[in-house]
């Protein structure tokens, strides 16, 4: 029995002709450039995420990239980020001229890591030194504290941008009283949230897209500017912005696919807890396969089941011999890779990001897979690690 990390076409035979349908209506219109099917996007995202606005753009990137763009971050400023993220998150901040400051990982997490952010921030406290603007990643599909986050960057007087690519539909607890029972979505407690529509997230379209929300009238009113050569009206530019809208093919996609987001997050959360009772089955030691931890307060959405091991490439070549399918999220950290080699890191600098990078593996988590699979992907592990 095959099993893939990611089964869309399961996914898509389910709906194949509710998204047949919308994609006809705009094929009919002739509109595909923004336009109602986006706006009506925008709507039902922000109505998700409890925000007053939200602004369709091109891909998850753009998202992070025109964020950025409208909090005027430019050559030199510093940006604190993760260096244990996919690329884009990096990229943005060099692509505007800026310097990415990269902070460790928690390793339960693999979120920012809270004290050591704090600790950076005490230590340079000169002017010179105070970087512009926080960027936290809610990697695989749980957020990072946000409410200790926040009160940290309002402290130091940093902007936030949330990278919520893998994240749409997390949620935190910030009260626990009864007259205190608030959550936080990702993407909107920061001053700027991102999100990805790449096909394989959670929520993803028939190619590229992303979204960009925020509670700040005046924010939101730049990254509709900026995403459109920032043009409030034709060939009337106010700022220099960038070519980044979203194609209606893809928001009337994405509409569909909406309404069955919450049912698809429940079935990772299935599996995610079948998972951790098929590996309690195995008696594997904790040293050997290490599960991931959902933290009190938060719900996770689990866009990635991802495990540490030890002998992690060994085991992805057992994997995939037994016609497994398999990922690593992410094999070399930002502060090694070779076009940051200017900024000066070294290996060790970033303990827990490199011992990620060399023990995670993600394991197949999509709502449509089976329990027989699960226990076909357990007993292969299981089958590895025995004497």
Wanted: glycine residues 8%; aromatic residues 8%.
């Amino acid at each position: 029995m095959k099993v893939p990390l990611l089964d869309l076409k399961a996914q898509y035979r389910k709906i194949r002709e509710e998204i047949n349908g919308e994609i006809q209506k705009v094929l009919e219109s002739q509109f595909f450039i923004l336009g109602p099917m986006v706006e009506a996007l925008e709507r039902e995202i922000a109505a998700d995420c409890g925000v007053p606005h939200a602004i369709g753009v091109a891909s998850g990137t753009d998202a992070l990239l025109l964020s950025l763009m409208a909090l005027k971050v430019k050559p030199g400023d510093r940006v604190i980020t993760v260096p244990f993220t996919f690329f884009a998150t990096g990229g943005v901040i060099s692509r505007l001229g800026a310097v990415p400051v990269f902070i460790d990982i928690d390793p339960v997490t693999y979120n920012l890591d809270l004290n050591r952010l704090e600790d950076f921030l005490r230590k340079n406290r000169r002017a010179a030194k105070v970087p512009k603007v926080v960027m936290p990643v809610h990697l695989f599909g749980q957020m990072t504290d946000m409410k200790v986050l926040m009160e940290v960057s309002r402290r130091f007087g940093l902007r936030v941008v949330e990278d919520a690519a893998q994240a749409l539909g997390a949620r935190q607890k910030v009260g626990f009283a009864a007259a205190q029972n608030e959550e936080w979505m990702a993407g909107a407690a920061g001053d700027l949230g991102c999100f990805s529509f790449f096909p394989s997230k959670n929520l993803g379209g028939f190619g590229d897209g992303g979204m960009v929300i925020t509670r700040d009238e005046t924010l939101a009113c730049k990254v509709r500017l900026l995403r459109v050569h920032g043009s409030k009206s034709k060939y009337e530019h106010d700022l220099i912005g960038i070519n980044s809208r979203l194609d209606a093919l893809q928001a009337a996609v994405l509409r569909v696919k909406r309404k069955y987001l919450h049912r698809w997050t429940e079935g990772r959360r299935r599996n995610a807890d079948r998972y951790r009772a098929l590996f309690r089955e195995t008696k594997i030691r904790d040293s050997l396969v290490s599960l991931p931890r959902e933290q009190k307060g938060f719900y996770h959405i689990y866009n990635q089941f991802v495990i540490r091991v030890k002998d992690r490439d060994a085991l992805r070549e057992h994997l995939r011999k037994e016609e497994i399918g398999t990922e690593v999220y992410y094999p070399i950290p930002l502060h090694l890779q070779e076009c940051y080699r200017h900024l000066g890191y070294h290996p060790g600098d970033l303990p827990e990001s490199e011992r990620a990078a060399r023990e995670v593996l993600a394991l197949p988590i999509f709502p449509e897979l089976t329990l027989a699979q699960q226990r076909r992907v357990v007993r292969a592990i299981a089958d590895f690690y025995s004497p």
